[in-house]
């Protein structure tokens, strides 16, 4: 099956300060999405993004399909923005989707 | 909108007794239904697909036996573990496909489930 690895794997900044995050797999994709899992569990639908590039506040994400990555961009860090990252690929059809390892940020005040 | 909601939120059973979780889609009618799985810091794994009104398919290694899954309604799933042990203790998440919208997932809050 498809093969989806984030990186990195933790990340620890200073409220304020950029980061990317990256999402790379192994094979064609039919859609993309980016998760944000609070630290309740809760996961946050971020960006549906198969191809191009989003925007929304602070957040921005870019997916090269044909060279099969994804980034997703957060800008002035905010401790909210804590938890973990993950992008998940639909590359089978049908919905079903596989989930990348993830990326544990940090913000600290 | 797109709200999906789980029940019971945290759950603790002895082993050995069945548990009953529910997944429900508030605002809008899913007719495809998805249950992952979750252990501590680690990534989701899909465990199983369900539709409305037919069998749930199944993920490779998932024992559909020990997990059983049912989709009444285009706004209700349930997974019962049964039988539960220790080893059945993890955190259970549900989705529920909204395709009119990029065939995007919303997900549930989520079920932790303690089997002592």
């Known amino acids: 099956g498809i093969q989806v690895e984030q990186s990195p794997p933790d990340l620890i900044l200073q409220e304020g300060a950029n980061s990317t995050l990256r999402c790379n797999f192994s094979d064609s994709v039919n859609n993309l999405q980016w998760f944000h899992q609070n630290p309740w569990g809760q996961l946050i639908n971020l960006f549906y993004i198969p191809s191009g590039t989003k925007q929304n506040g602070r957040l921005s994400a870019t997916t090269v399909a044909t060279e099969r990555y994804s980034l997703l961009y957060i800008s002035s860090s905010q401790t909210t923005d804590s938890g973990v990252y993950f992008c998940a690929v639909d590359s089978g059809g049908y919905q079903k989707v596989t989930f990348g390892t993830g990326t544990k940020l940090q913000v600290i005040p | 909108g797109a709200v999906v909601s789980q029940h019971p939120s945290w759950v603790i059973c002895k082993s050995g007794t069945s548990v009953k979780i529910e997944c429900r889609s508030l605002?809008?009618?899913?007719?495809?239904m998805f249950w992952y799985r979750q252990f501590p810091k680690q990534s989701l794994m899909l465990m199983a697909t369900?539709?409305?009104?037919?069998?749930?398919?199944?993920e490779q290694g998932v024992e559909k036996d020990k997990f059983l899954i049912n989709h009444a309604s285009l706004t209700l799933s349930t997974l019962t573990v049964t039988s539960a042990h220790p080893e059945d203790s993890s955190f259970y998440i549900c989705s529920a496909s909204l395709v009119a919208v990029e065939e995007t997932q919303y997900f549930g809050p989520g079920t932790r489930l303690l089997v002592l």
């Open positions: 369900s539709n409305e009104g037919s069998k749930a398919t199944y």
């Open positions: 605002d809008f009618q899913a007719t495809t």
